[in-house]
């Protein structure tokens, strides 16, 4: 029996949306490694603030200030995570349309690629917010005796 003409149309569409499955499994690790790295700032924070009663007055503008640079590396994370949970979002919706696109015959390709720039634009932007983050907490970093 020959396949439908259908058949051929939905194997093309699943190929075209094999890169953009790859992408959300890319995307997917770096959720991931965000995600562990917020949970590793709030875990310390609450270390520190825990300690901040009862530290000695000298101790606690130091500690203070790690605090104040842990909530900035938690916020520059939150970022991250924002922006590449929308990239996410976003190259599910290019696959969706593709679908949509092929079932209804209709040419969304314009639709397509703007929903893909803005979800490249969008992980762009979570990766920056990650290196930031990076930067701040190596600046930061104090290895050896105090």
């Known amino acids: 029996m020959p396949p439908s003409p259908a ?31 917020l949970s590793r700032i709030v875990d310390r924070a609450r270390s520190l603030e825990g300690g901040l009663a009862g530290a000695p007055q000298a101790e606690q503008a130091g500690l203070h200030r790690e605090l104040a640079t ?20 976003l190259v599910c919706f290019v696959i969706a349309t593709l679908f949509i696109g092929a079932f209804l015959g209709l040419d969304l390709s314009g639709l397509i690629a703007l929903l893909f720039v803005v979800a490249m634009l969008a992980f762009i932007g979570g990766l920056v917010s990650f290196l930031r983050e990076i930067f701040l907490a190596t600046a930061n970093l104090r290895i050896g005796p105090r």
């Open 7 to 37: 058949v051929p149309d939905v194997a093309r569409v699943i190929q075209l949306a094999v890169a953009p499955v790859f992408l959300l499994s890319g995307v997917g690790v770096t959720l991931t490694v965000l995600t562990s790295r």
């Open 70 to 89: 842990l909530s900035r590396r938690a916020q520059l994370i939150n970022r991250a995570l924002t922006l590449s949970t929308t990239c996410a979002l």
